[in-house]
């Protein structure tokens, strides 16, 4: 297991020009997000969900990563056993960028996968339907969006939590604290930095040994640097 964890939420995208439920305008602005994004939206209302992440998909087809994602790249290239990117986001900036086995704990927007059998496919920027009506395996009509929807068990949370447990150096970037809990994560930790724009009420900066409250492009050459120092003097 890696050393140093790079644990990301959507600010970290934000420069990239993709955006969240909680932004205005955009994609989401059309949609309930109860309507769309929510345990049991597939049975409900198919058709929608998959509209709306046909949309999503095409819309980060032209996205590019920013200067953040890139020197994770770079950080990882150097240190390839000792760095994990963990990500709540479901975009592929990360992959874009170079990045390799990053885990994303909330799906993966480019894929889609039947909850009858298992198959799983990444289709890249493609509508689902017109790649696929009936999973090719089962011939059942159970294809969804490779999403881990609002009130959904999030399966891959099982393996952040094996990855915390050799972790010596935490580094969150562009999260509120809402949805995974990174108070308790820093706690696992001697080494954590904290970067966010402005505080958020579900932190606590004080369990964090650095707190950068700026845009992701901007704090991390000095992320950079401090994540070096510590891996050059273990």
Not at 67 to 78: D, F, S
Not at 157 to 186: H, P, R, W
Not at 190 to 214: D, G, M, R, T, W
């Amino acid at each position: 297991m890696a050393k140093v964890i790079i644990f990301s939420g959507a600010g970290i995208s934000a420069q990239s020009g993709i955006s969240t439920f909680r932004d205005s305008g955009g994609l989401w602005d059309e949609y309930k997000v109860e309507d769309i994004c929510s345990a049991g939206c597939m049975q409900s209302n198919r058709d929608e969900t998959i509209e709306f992440y046909d949309k999503r998909r095409l819309d980060i087809k032209d996205k590019q990563p920013n200067k953040a994602h890139i020197e994770i790249r770079k950080l990882q290239q150097k240190y390839p056993n000792e760095i994990k990117i963990i990500t709540q986001n479901v975009d592929n900036m990360f992959e874009k960028a170079g990045c390799s086995d990053v885990l994303h704990l909330h799906g993966f927007l480019t894929s889609i996968y039947c909850e009858g059998c298992g198959f799983k496919e990444d289709i890249g920027y493609k509508k689902q339907r017109d790649v696929y009506n009936l999973c090719p395996k089962c011939k059942r009509d159970m294809l969804r969006p490779d999403i881990v929807f609002f009130g959904e068990m999030a399966p891959k949370y099982e393996e952040l939590s094996k990855e915390l447990q050799d972790c010596e150096f935490l580094v969150v970037i562009g999260t509120s604290g809402n949805v995974v809990g990174v108070n308790s994560m820093a706690g696992f930790v001697q080494h954590s930095i904290l970067n966010n724009l402005e505080p958020s009420v579900a932190i606590e900066e004080e369990l964090f040994s650095k707190v950068l409250y700026k845009k992701a492009t901007e704090a991390i050459d000095e992320i950079v640097e401090d994540v070096e120092s510590f891996l050059e003097n273990i």
